[in-house]
C-alpha cells in the first residue's frame, strides 16, 4: 500500500466500496466454508462510510496537489 500513489489508492479504496456495497466482498466461495464471514447489513454501512471517509480524504489531497 504505501507504494501505491495516492491516485492508486483512492482507486484502490473506490473499488473496495463499489465490491462491498454490491455484495461480492468477500467472496462467496470464502464464505462458503467460513460463514462468520458474511457481513451483516451493519458491517457493510460501517465498512462503506470508513471506505467513503478515506476517498474523501484522498481527494482532498489529489486537488491539493
Given at each position: 500500500?504505501?507504494?501505491?500513489?495516492?491516485?492508486?489508492?483512492?482507486?484502490?479504496?473506490?473499488?473496495?466500496?463499489?465490491?462491498?456495497?454490491?455484495?461480492?466482498?468477500?467472496?462467496?466461495?470464502?464464505?462458503?466454508?467460513?460463514?462468520?464471514?458474511?457481513?451483516?447489513?451493519?458491517?457493510?454501512?460501517?465498512?462503506?462510510?470508513?471506505?467513503?471517509?478515506?476517498?474523501?480524504?484522498?481527494?482532498?489531497q489529489?486537488?491539493?496537489?
Amino acid at each position: 500500500w504505501d507504494g501505491y500513489d495516492i491516485k492508486k489508492k483512492e482507486h484502490k479504496i473506490h473499488e473496495m466500496v463499489e465490491e462491498v456495497e454490491e455484495k461480492k466482498m468477500p467472496l462467496e466461495s470464502y464464505t462458503y466454508t467460513h460463514g462468520d464471514a458474511n457481513l451483516t447489513d451493519a458491517q457493510i454501512a460501517a465498512v462503506v462510510a470508513w471506505g467513503k471517509e478515506v476517498q474523501a480524504n484522498y481527494q482532498e489531497q489529489l486537488k491539493a496537489q
